[in-house]
């Protein structure tokens, strides 16, 4: 299990003392992959009367790129916009991610693609939750293939919605990507359920076909201003990082 990816962290950096905290604990665990958005958005722009929250922005990216320093860590973080891009760049953030929202924004990804083409960056791709497999399979080309991108199956639709939540991870898809093509995917089941009670069977059964997991977690999920249901807390996180071993 050794040489697969976990990457692991808050929806998104809050602060200083927030993001170094749960960096410190998942090292502990022996996993160096961090995740963290400083770029955040909802899908609605007002919620409960206030403004949605956006994150940190570029404060939360150099932040990201001190615990990459201090702690040697690698850090994949989204991006939405060419600036957010080139700002990523500028910090060397490792694993620069593009969002389930924009899998399918051609000319984002052609735009992506150029800015990280001469680095030695890894662009991990979250599948949008309507793009088939094909599709997805065309967008990862526009980002430059198999050696420059890591695909996250983070669910889809299903009709099944009255009692489990909005997303379901395809695990036919999984399977037919490491069959049939040379792209490594990764399968995020927090995104990918919406419920943190069910990330760690489903990380178990995703992990034994996929390269590896991408997890929300956060010392005390449910004072995450983002994301916090489908958020698991440090224990959890600690037997989900023991499959590694
Ligand atoms: C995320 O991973 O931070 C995120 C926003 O996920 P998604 O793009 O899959 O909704
Ligand atoms: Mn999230």
Redesign the pocket.
Known sequence: MNNKFLFAGP?GVENREQIFKIARFIKSCGINLL?A?AYKGQNRPIINGKPEYLGMGDDGVKLLAEVQDKLEMQVAC?MQSVRQAEILKDYNIFYP?V???NCDSLELLRQFRKIFKNTNKIIIL?RGTSVTTKELLGYAEHLGGPDRVILCE?GVVHFDRDKLNRWRLDFNAIAYIKHYTKYRIIV?PS?GSGDRNLVYSLSKAALTISDGL?IEVHYDPDVSPTDSAQTIDFDTFKHISKLYK
């Open positions: 929806c995740r958005g989204d991610q969002g389930t929202r979250k983070r995020d995104h991408m």
